[in-house]
C-alpha cells in the first residue's frame, strides 16, 4: 500500500514538473494574475482610510507608499528619483524631546580605539535573465514633484461696456470664473464662437475666418445636438463612444490655446448656475447625505517652462447671458436648432459696441506630490515601455468620502499586477518596462504631463509605447453580458488591434472589445502626455456609469470578472510589445 502511494505521488511530481516545464515565460506570468490578488489590492486602495487619494492629501501619501511597497514584494526594482533618507517616502513626523546632549568625557589613556571595518559592498544586480529583484541602490519609487494650487481670492470682478454704460458684477452673485492661475486684469471686444468647438475630422471649426486675438470669445456649453440624442449631430459626434463628450469638452478647451484669446464667456440657456454658489449665512451646514456638491475643490497646474496660453473661463448667470445675448442681436435658439441638423454654415459674430473687463485675484501657494515608478530592466536598457493610471481621485468633503474604486483604484491595481506578472515571468523583456502611478490626473492629467517632461528613466524618445488604464471595473446600462470595454489605439500601427484579438482568441478571454484607431489619441485620462509625444498608445476604459466623479463609486459595485479578464490583455499587450515590434 505505501508503494503504491509513493508511487502515485512521484507520478503526480512528475506531472507537475512537466506541465512547469512546457509553460512558456509569458504563461508563467500570466498565472500570476489572479481575482483574489486584484481583490485584495483594490480593495485596500479604495478603502475609507485612501481618504479619497486626493492630490498632495493625506490618503494620496498613504496610497503611494502602500504601491511602492507591492512594488517592492512582488520584486520589482524602483525607477523614481535618487533615494534620499526614507526612501523618499513621506516620514510621519511626531514631535519628541530631545534629553541635553552630555557632555564628553575626556579620552582614557592607551592606544586608539579600532576602526570597525568597512561593510562588503551590496551585490549587483542579480543575474542575467532574471525578471525583478535588481533592485537599484540610486533610486526611490518616487518621482517628486510641486503643483501650483490656486483659490479665488475674493474681490474678484466681470464687467460689460454697452455703449457709455458699464456694468460691473460681482463674482460668486453673478459669475464664477475657472482656470484663473494668475492676477490679471483684461478689457477687449466680445465674439460669439456657437459652441467654440474645432473638430475637423467632422467638418467643424467654429473660429474659422476670424482673428480671435486680444478678444473675448462668447460661447454656449455642450456641441450641436448635444440636447437632442436623435439629432444628426448627436448621432454623428457621440453615437456609442463612452467618451464622447468628455473627448469633446476636451477639444474645446484645446481649440483655446495659443490663439492669443483673453478669457472665455459661457453662456447660460435656461439653466439656473446659481444653485451652487450661495452660502449659508448662519453655517447653517447640511448633513452630509444632504450635501452631494464638492465645496473645498482647488485648481492645480504645473509650474511649466511659461506663462499659460489657456485663458480664463467665465461662467455668467443667465440674466448677465440675456444682457450679451440681446444687446448683440443672438438667435440663440435658431442656431442650436441650425446646429444640430448639421445644415448650418457657421461663422464667427463680433458683438459691435460690447467689450468684457475682468480683474482677477487669485491665492497660490507650492504643493508637493509624487508619481510612484518601478521599473523591471530590459536586454536593452535604454529602450522602454510604460504602463501607467493615475491613483489620484477625489477627496473628502462635508462627511463623505470620494473612493473611487472604479476611477482610478482598477487601473492602478492593473498596474500593479502586470509587474508582479513580469516578475513572475522569471526572464527580463527585451525592453524596459516602466510600471507608473500617476498623480494629478483629476487635476488635468498633470502627474503623465510632469513625467513626459521629466522622465525618471531615459529620454522621452527612448519610449516606443504607452499602455493607460483608467476606469476598468464597471459595465455599462447596455452591457448585458457583463464582457464589453473599449480600447483606443494610434491609428498608424494596426498591429495594435491584431495582438489584442489574437491574445483574446489563444487565451480565451471572455471579452467583447470595442476597437477605436485615431491619428493621435487624446482625451480625460493620462495617455494624452504620450501621445503629444508621438508615443502610440492602447487606452483602456471599460464603462462610463452613474457613480462617475460621484462619492458612490465604491468596491461593491465592482465586476471582478471583467477587471481581471481586462488585466490579463493588458498583460499579453505589453508582454508582446516589451518583446516584439508594433510596426
Request: glycine share 10%; hydrophobic share 40%.
Amino acid at each position: 500500500m505505501k508503494r503504491k502511494i509513493f508511487t502515485a505521488t512521484a507520478l503526480c511530481i512528475v506531472t507537475i514538473l512537466n506541465l512547469n516545464a512546457q509553460q512558456t515565460p509569458k504563461e508563467k506570468g500570466l498565472q500570476a494574475i489572479t481575482i483574489d490578488a486584484i481583490k485584495g489590492q483594490l480593495e485596500f486602495l479604495s478603502s475609507d482610510w485612501m481618504e479619497g487619494r486626493a492630490t498632495g492629501e493625506r490618503g494620496s501619501y498613504l496610497a503611494a507608499d502602500y504601491l511602492a511597497s507591492m512594488f517592492r514584494v512582488f520584486g520589482v526594482a524602483p525607477g523614481g528619483d535618487a533615494a534620499m533618507g526614507f526612501g523618499g517616502r513621506m516620514p510621519r513626523q511626531i514631535p519628541v524631546a530631545l534629553p541635553a546632549p552630555a557632555t564628553p568625557a575626556a579620552p582614557a589613556a592607551g592606544p586608539p580605539a579600532a576602526v570597525p571595518p568597512t561593510p562588503p559592498a551590496p551585490p549587483a544586480a542579480g543575474p542575467s535573465g532574471q525578471a525583478g529583484r535588481q533592485f537599484s541602490m540610486t533610486k526611490s519609487y518616487f518621482q517628486n514633484f510641486t503643483l501650483i494650487e490656486s483659490q479665488p481670492a475674493g474681490g474678484s470682478t466681470f464687467s460689460i461696456k454697452i455703449g457709455g454704460q458699464e456694468y460691473i458684477f460681482r463674482e460668486g452673485v453673478d459669475f464664477t470664473i475657472s482656470r484663473a492661475t494668475l492676477n490679471i486684469k483684461f478689457n477687449g471686444p466680445m465674439v460669439f464662437v456657437g459652441y467654440g468647438l474645432t473638430d475637423k475630422a467632422n467638418g467643424i471649426d467654429d473660429f474659422a475666418g476670424i482673428n480671435v486675438q486680444g478678444k473675448v470669445i462668447v460661447r454656449l456649453s455642450g456641441f450641436p445636438g448635444y440636447n437632442d440624442n436623435t439629432s444628426p449631430m448627436y448621432k454623428k459626434l457621440v453615437g456609442d463612444n463612452m467618451r464622447a463628450q468628455s473627448e469633446i469638452s476636451r477639444k474645446k478647451s484645446d481649440a483655446l490655446n495659443n490663439k492669443g484669446i483673453l478669457g472665455v464667456i459661457d453662456l447660460t440657456i435656461n439653466n439656473d448656475v446659481t444653485r451652487r454658489w450661495g452660502e449659508y449665512k448662519f453655517n447653517n451646514y447640511p448633513a452630509p447625505a444632504e450635501n452631494g456638491p464638492r465645496t473645498n475643490w482647488t485648481t492645480m497646474r504645473l509650474d511649466g517652462k511659461e506663462i499659460s496660453s489657456s485663458p480664463i473661463s467665465i461662467t455668467i448667470t443667465e440674466r448677465v447671458s440675456n444682457l450679451l445675448i440681446n444687446e448683440g442681436g443672438l438667435d440663440i435658439s435658431k442656431y442650436e436648432k441650425d446646429a444640430a441638423a448639421g445644415t448650418l454654415k457657421f461663422k464667427p459674430v463680433l458683438l459691435p459696441g460690447l467689450t468684457a473687463g475682468l480683474i482677477v485675484n487669485v491665492n497660490t501657494r507650492r504643493v508637493n506630490v509624487r508619481n510612484v515608478v518601478a521599473m523591471i530592466e530590459g536586454e536593452n536598457p535604454n529602450e522602454f515601455v510604460a504602463v501607467g493610471a493615475h491613483m489620484d481621485h477625489m477627496g473628502m468633503d462635508n462627511g463623505k468620502i470620494w473612493n473611487g474604486a472604479d476611477d482610478n483604484a482598477s487601473g492602478t491595481v492593473a498596474v500593479i499586477t502586470i509587474a508582479r506578472a513580469f516578475a513572475a515571468s522569471g526572464v527580463k523583456p527585451k525592453r524596459s518596462v516602466v510600471f507608473c502611478a500617476w498623480t494629478g490626473e483629476e487635476k488635468g492629467l498633470l502627474g503623465s504631463e510632469y513625467f513626459t517632461n521629466y522622465p525618471s528613466s531615459g529620454k522621452i524618445s527612448d519610449y516606443k509605447f504607452y499602455l493607460n488604464f483608467d476606469m476598468i471595473a464597471r459595465d455599462a446600462a447596455n452591457d448585458t453580458a457583463k464582457n464589453m470595454a473599449g480600447i483606443t489605439y494610434t491609428k498608424a500601427y494596426p498591429k495594435l488591434e491584431e495582438i489584442s484579438k489574437a491574445n483574446i482568441e489563444q487565451y480565451k478571454l471572455n471579452l467583447r472589445i470595442n476597437y477605436r484607431s485615431q491619428e493621435a489619441p487624446t482625451g480625460g485620462s493620462d495617455y494624452t502626455a504620450f501621445t503629444e509625444n508621438k508615443i502610440p498608445v492602447i487606452a483602456w476604459m471599460a464603462a462610463m456609469h452613474s457613480d462617475y466623479h460621484q462619492a458612490s463609486d465604491d468596491v461593491n459595485l465592482v465586476n471582478w470578472n471583467k477587471m481581471l479578464e481586462i488585466i490579463k490583455l493588458g498583460y499579453l499587450q505589453l508582454w508582446d510589445i516589451a518583446n516584439g515590434e508594433i510596426n
